[in-house]
Structure formats: structure tokens, C-alpha cells
């Protein structure tokens, strides 16, 4: 634990019906994401993918930061050759797998690694305060944890070159108008919107939901022709299922569908 920390936990876990809400709880150092706390946060993200009662999880930090990326003081230490013995960076690849949507409600600032975190979020939800940006160029390096990939196909190559190359800092309105954010809110109102969202999308059928979750991550992994492929093999999947066979007869019938999830 850092000397500026308390005993208390640094990752908050509150559970609203089928929507699970975590919270980053380092607020002194704004969220940083220290190796505990990212490990926390993909072990967490465990716990909800195996729940089937969770249909939705919600990300958000506390305090004036969403999350101010990895936590520099552990960088300062850190070599090539122990980041590769520790695979610490693990833990980024299990946050990105996490099968259900996820939803970031980005209340402050999002920068380096709290930016990657909420690219690798579904949905984007930000405070008109949040900040959006990829400063690891003022620590001489570059960003670590899918920044300079998943930036470009959000923002464009030349907006994410600038913004990696110069560590300039978007606005959240700005975020919104280049496709980084979904909808824009005062900051009281941050997570009441990403609730909003998660409560829609825990109201659908589950393998629905999972299997457009599975279908629309494909883009950025696989050319045209094999994405299209695999949406068809997920379309055709979920016919014969009660909850496809529910969905279509509920329309018909003029009534809201009760899914069961399978
Ligand atoms: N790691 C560790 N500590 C951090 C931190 C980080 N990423 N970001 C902020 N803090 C700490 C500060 O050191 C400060 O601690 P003290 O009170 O003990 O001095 C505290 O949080 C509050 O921060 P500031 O006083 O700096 O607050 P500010 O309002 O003046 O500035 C800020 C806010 C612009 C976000 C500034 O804190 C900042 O630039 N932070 C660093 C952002 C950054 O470079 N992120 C990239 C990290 S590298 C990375 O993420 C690699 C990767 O791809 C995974």
C-alpha cells in the first residue's frame, strides 16, 4: 500500500439488481492505476462475468478523476524485464475480454492508462469536467495499454496522432464531437446517465447482448469479410434459443418480452 493510502479498499464494489458499479478509490492520487489495483479491477470484472445475475457493469472513480493513468511512481521503478517476468499487464487484456458490456462513467480526468480504461470500455459516458488524453510523452514514453491502437480507430489517425504526439488534452465535449464519448452531462448527473444506459441494456435478452457484444469487438480484430462471417455464425446462434423465440413472438403478440436468458 502507498504511504498516502488509508486502509481503505481501492477498488469499491456495489451491486444495483443486474448492474454491478466499480469504483476506482485511490482519490489522492487520482485514480492512479497502480499494478494492485488493476489486478483488482480484472479480478472484480471475474467475479461479475461469472454472475449471471450481472447483465451490466458500470466503471467510474471517486473523486475529481475517472482515472490519471498508471501509477507513475511504480513506473519510475519499473524495467522491461520486469514487466515481461511480472506480466502485470495482464490484467489489461482480461479488462478488455470482459464479456459484458461495460460501461465507463468518466467523472474527471482520463488520461494515459485511464483513458486506455475507458476505450476499453462499450460505452462512454462522460462529466462536461472530464478530460480525455494520452500524456505519457511528457514521461518520455508512449502509451502502454492499447492507447495508440484504440485511439485512432475512436478518433481518427491524425486527432489521435496529435493528441499522443503532443499529450494534448480533449475536453469531453470535444471527446464527443470526434466519437470518444457517447453523451456529454453535467457532473452530478454522470452516473444517473450510465445507469440509464446499463439498465436498457440489462432489460434485453443476455445472449443477445453477449453475443452483439462479442460481434461488434470483432470489428477492430478481423478484415470485413471474416467480421461479417462471424456475425452471421452469432445471428444463426441464437435461433432456436427460448429467449429469440420469446423476442419475436413477444413483438408479434404486441406484449414486452420476459427473457430468460437462454
Ligand atoms: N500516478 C501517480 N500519482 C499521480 C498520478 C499518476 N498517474 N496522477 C496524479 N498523481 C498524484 C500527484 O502526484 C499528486 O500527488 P501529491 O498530492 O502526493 O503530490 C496527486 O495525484 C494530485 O495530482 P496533481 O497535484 O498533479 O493534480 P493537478 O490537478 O495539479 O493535475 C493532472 C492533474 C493533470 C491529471 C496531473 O496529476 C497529471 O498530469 N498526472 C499524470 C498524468 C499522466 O501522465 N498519466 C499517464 C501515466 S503513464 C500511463 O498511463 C502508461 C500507460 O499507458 C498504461
Do not use: H
Amino acid at each position: 500500500m502507498a504511504a498516502n493510502e488509508t486502509a481503505e479498499p481501492i477498488l469499491l464494489e456495489d451491486r444495483r439488481g443486474a448492474v454491478v458499479e466499480i469504483t476506482l478509490n485511490r482519490p489522492k492520487v487520482l485514480n492512479a492505476l497502480s499494478f494492485a489495483l488493476l489486478r483488482a479491477l480484472a479480478d472484480a470484472l471475474g467475479r461479475a462475468a461469472a454472475d449471471e445475475g450481472v447483465r451490466a457493469v458500470i466503471l467510474t472513480g471517486a473523486g475529481r478523476a475517472f482515472a490519471a493513468g498508471a501509477d507513475i511512481q511504480e513506473l519510475a521503478d519499473m524495467t522491461a524485464a520486469g514487466f515481461i517476468a511480472s506480466d502485470v499487464f495482464r490484467a489489461w487484456d482480461e479488462v478488455a475480454a470482459f464479456p459484458k458490456p461495460l460501461i465507463a462513467a468518466v467523472n474527471g480526468y482520463a488520461l494515459g492508462g485511464g483513458c486506455e480504461l475507458a476505450m476499453s470500455c462499450d460505452i462512454i459516458v462522460a462529466s462536461q469536467e472530464a478530460r480525455f488524453g494520452q500524456p505519457e510523452i511528457f514521461l518520455g514514453l508512449i502509451p502502454g495499454a492499447g492507447g495508440t491502437q484504440r485511439l485512432p480507430r475512436a478518433v481518427g489517425k491524425y486527432l489521435a496522432s496529435e493528441l499522443v504526439l503532443t499529450g494534448r488534452q480533449l475536453t469531453a465535449a470535444e471527446g464527443e464531437r470526434f466519437g470518444l464519448v457517447n453523451r456529454v452531462v453535467p457532473p452530478a448527473l454522470v452516473m444517473d446517465a450510465a445507469r440509464e444506459i446499463a439498465d436498457r441494456i440489462a432489460a434485453q435478452s443476455p445472449l443477445a447482448v453477449r453475443q452483439a457484444k462479442a460481434a461488434l469487438r470483432a470489428v477492430y480484430e478481423t478484415p470485413l469479410a471474416q467480421g461479417l462471417e462471424l456475425e452471421r455464425q452469432r445471428f444463426y446462434a441464437l435461433f432456436g434459443s427460448e429467449d429469440q423465440r420469446e423476442g419475436t413472438r413477444a413483438f408479434l403478440e404486441k406484449r414486452a418480452a420476459v427473457w430468460k436468458g437462454r
